[in-house]
């Protein structure tokens, strides 16, 4: 209880003063509902209910595996139950805009990565802000974009695909998953620096650019390495470059593009969380710790280093700046190259 001397120093209101006074801190510190002590301006206990993990893409691929793997990890630890939904369409702005506009209680998250830095240079009315909108994370792994070639193309080298390019301006094609894939932007990237232009064959997904490639119609593909790699390890397709800086641990023989003469050139897929803008911070942090811990896990890497994953699990702060950078240098791609996608 609280004392305080009544005014005119009488017993009787002294005790008034005590009984009230002991009212309004049984008041503050009363449990809530569910049996929690409720302290103005603190965060309730997180996660107390389901998470949603929304995934721009549609089922399969190497993008949902590790969403729904992620997702199982963490129903583990925190005995809550986490919801992967695939919302594709759009580019990955349905998903992206649904994420963008929830609540900011750390229960639904975006399961976001290149496209969602390359959108506001593609798209004149993108239905949400990349920096304004999200609570950025972490950013959980990278895949390398593999350029492979069919075996009949002269060109075996990076070096070589850029002489052969310059001698026949327009002449060679590389095919790729789709306007705007991280192949897309990785060949035009490319064109950029070397100076060349190649032909852009768009597909609807990897697969049938695969097959043409394998085939030989185009003698040229731009993609995520996980898909082409097997093609590459039975001679059926010859890797040119991988568009990280560094090598990737899954086909330790191929070298870069920087290595090959175009210093700087990075071009990888990545995978990452974002949450809605307003987030709290002491629930991004948690997040954070829990889903850099579990991308840490032996099973984990194993299960994803196979095809060519490569993780990452940085700060919030530093996947915020990685964006920020994302963003101007796809801006700078997309201007050099004309692209549209409305």
């Known amino acids: 209880m609280w004392f305080c001397a009544a005014s005119d120093g009488s017993e009787e209101n002294a005790m008034r003063v005590i009984f ?4 309004l801190l049984g008041a503050c510190l009363a449990p809530s509902v569910s049996g929690q002590t409720v302290v103005p301006g603190a965060v309730p206990a997180y996660p107390a209910k389901p998470i949603r ?5 549609a089922p399969g691929g190497i993008t949902d595996r590790l969403a729904r793997l992620v997702g199982q990890k963490l129903t583990l630890a925190w005995d809550q139950q986490v919801l992967v939904e695939n919302r594709p369409g759009a580019g990955t702005n349905l ?9 900011p209680d750390g229960y639904t998250l975006l399961w976001a990565g290149i496209a969602n830095t390359i959108g506001p240079a593609l798209y004149k009315n993108l239905p949400y802000d990349p920096l304004r909108d999200f609570a950025w994370v972490t950013n959980l792994t990278k895949v390398p974009v593999l350029i492979a070639s069919h075996p009949s193309l002269p060109a075996k080298t990076g070096r070589e695909l850029i002489q052969l390019a310059k001698r026949k301006p327009g002449a060679l094609a590389f095919g790729t998953a789709g306007i705007a894939s991280s192949g897309h932007l990785a060949g035009e990237l490319f064109n950029n620096m070397a100076g060349v232009r190649v032909t852009h064959v768009p597909y609807k997904g990897s697969s049938q650019a695969l097959i043409d490639t394998l085939s030989g119609q185009v003698p040229l593909y731009f993609g995520a390495m996980a898909s082409p790699m097997q093609h590459v390890k039975t001679g059926r397709l010859n890797a040119i470059a991988v568009t990280t800086l560094t090598r990737s641990a ?6 870069t593009m920087d290595e090959q003469g175009l210093k700087g050139f990075e071009a990888a ?7 809605p803008a307003g987030t709290p911070k002491v629930i991004v942090a948690k997040l954070n710790a829990e889903i850099v811990r579990i991308i840490k896990l032996r099973d984990v890497r194993q299960d994803l280093a196979s095809e060519g994953a490569e993780f990452v699990g940085d700060t919030p702060e530093e996947l915020t700046a990685f964006v920020k950078n994302e963003i101007v240098k796809w801006a700078r791609v997309v201007k050099e190259s004309g692209l549209n996608a409305e």
């Open 269 to 275: 897929t990545w995978y990452g969380v974002a949450a």
């Open 20 to 23: 009230v006074s002991g009212l």
């Open 250 to 255: 899954a086909l330790p023989d191929v070298p």
């Open 53 to 57: 993990i929304i995934v721009p893409y």
């Open 95 to 103: 998903g992206s805009e649904l994420v963008a506009k929830s609540a």
